[in-house]
């Protein structure tokens, strides 16, 4: 029987690129996302896949909830969880819109948090399951200019390798995804595609395949390019005072 995979932020960017690894696997497929038509034109696109589309704003409490029971009322199991939904904002913490800044807290963060939550303790059960959470590397350091999106990727990394380890000898896995700058539509909500961290932005379906590959081995966490790769190495050893520094020279203008 073919598996579950449930992809939230699937209409676009890497959540997109997932769908089309998952369903060349033959994963049926759960997906979710604000965009109705986009999710439904995704779901014409596999017509020997089971694909179930879900149209819902995750920045809504509750939004998560409402997932779970809509999945289970149809008695769909999820077998992966991939945790992809989310946005960043550019611009000082105090300018920007509390409210924007709130709603990317909650489906960075809440929302993954409870997704996560809720489909959990049924994949402890089965004794086999695979998350997949999307952090960034922007979780190894503080960054200025993006502070409440590096802070809720910081979130999603030390949540997800705690995971790991509680989660040891049950047959689940968490796997963390930290892409560097990608080419998606997340650029321009974001307004950092003028920056200098994306001069030099990675091809959107090379790193889902990363994560994809890392997702299947039960990899821990994967950073994507070497070059990312190295940035998360140094930001290891610098002193948080330098990497911020760093992080906040990166965010200025090409
Ligand atoms: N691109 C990068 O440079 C980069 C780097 C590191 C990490 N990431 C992370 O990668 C993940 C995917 O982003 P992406 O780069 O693929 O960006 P993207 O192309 O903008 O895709 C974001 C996806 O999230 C969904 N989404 C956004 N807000 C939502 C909401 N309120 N409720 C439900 N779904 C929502 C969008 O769907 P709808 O608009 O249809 O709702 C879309 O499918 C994010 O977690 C992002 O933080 C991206």
């Keep these: 029987m073919n598996k579950t995979v449930l992809i939230t932020g699937a209409t676009s960017g890497l959540g997109y690129d997932f769908v089309k690894l998952f369903a060349a696997d033959q994963y049926n497929l759960v997906l979710a996302a604000r965009n109705g038509d986009k999710l439904h034109e995704i779901q014409q696109q596999y017509p ?13 409490p509750g939004a998560a909830k409402e997932v779970f029971d809509e999945l ?15 946005f960043g904002l550019m611009g000082k913490f105090d300018e920007l819109s509390i409210t924007k800044q709130t709603e990317m807290i909650q489906v960075n963060i809440t929302a993954l948090t409870e997704l996560t939550h809720y489909f959990l303790p049924q994949m402890k059960l089965r004794r086999s399951g695979q998350i997949m ?12 200019l993006m502070a409440v999106y590096y802070a809720t990727k910081a979130f999603v990394l ?17 796997t963390t995804l930290c892409p560097g700058p990608t080419r998606t539509k997340f650029g321009e909500t974001a307004s950092v595609e003028n920056t200098k961290m994306f001069s030099r932005a990675m091809d959107s379906a090379a790193v889902a395949k990363q994560g994809y590959k890392a997702l299947l081995r039960g990899q821990r966490v994967v950073v994507t390019g070497s070059l990312n790769k190295a940035g998360t190495i140094a930001a290891k050893f610098l002193p948080r005072s330098l990497s911020a520094k760093a992080a906040k020279y990166i965010a200025g203008e090409k």
């Design 48 to 60: 020997q896949l089971k694909v179930t589309v879900i149209r819902k704003d995750l920045s809504i």
């Design 72 to 86: 289970q009322a149809k008695g769909i199991t999820v077998d992966v969880l991939v945790n992809n939904a989310g």
């Design 133 to 144: 959470n999307v952090a960034s590397t922007a979780a190894f350091q503080p960054g200025p």
């Design 158 to 174: 030390s949540f997800s390798e705690a995971l790991v380890e509680e989660l040891k000898g049950t047959g689940v896995t968490v």
